[in-house]
């Protein structure tokens, strides 16, 4: 049974509920987000004591949330989650870009404006490398979200 239980404005026209248990910690939300398995900005901006909106509920509680959230440890996952997602970005980025840069020196040298194979060679060692380093990345991402789901149901 949830110690509180919110209402939350967001992008559907009736708000969202969210319902808080400190113990054990769950919180749950009924976003689309929240619904795929993602870590929704509802939940947590209560768990860090912020007002992510409420239109019922009482507000005077968010301290006590905030309070019961970091002593299950949820500060330092939400911030480990945080800048592992922002990694994921940056790699999930930087593949792409190779991965253009490679299909552009596959197609150059299809069209006959390279002189050597080695030139696509190098380009696709470039990309292969760059996807053995995504691999412990995108490890790292999916067990901080592993543990935020443990409290984000």
């Known amino acids: 049974m949830a110690d509180y239980i919110f209402k939350i404005a967001g992008s559907a026209k009736e708000p969202y509920e969210v319902s808080v248990t400190l113990s ?16 929704c900005k509802h939940r947590t901006q209560l768990l860090l004591g912020k007002n ?7 507000v005077s509680v968010l ?3 905030a309070q019961g959230a970091a002593a299950a440890g949820f500060p330092p996952l939400f911030k480990r989650y945080e800048a592992v997602k922002a990694d994921r970005a940056d790699s999930t980025k930087k593949l792409e870009n190779l991965f253009k840069g490679y299909k552009e020196e596959r197609l150059r040298r299809y069209l006959g404006e390279l002189k050597t194979e080695r030139q696509v060679e190098k380009a696709r060692d ?3 490398s760059a996807i053995d380093e995504a691999g412990p990345i995108e490890a790292e ?13």
């Open 126 to 128: 470039i990309l292969e």
């Open 52 to 58: 992510p909106g409420i239109t019922d509920g009482d």
């Open 141 to 153: 991402f999916q067990g901080a979200l592993a543990e935020l789901r443990k409290i984000l149901i």
């Open 63 to 65: 301290p006590a949330i």
């Open 24 to 39: 054990p910690l769950v919180v749950t939300c009924s976003c689309p987000a929240a619904a795929f398995g993602s870590v």
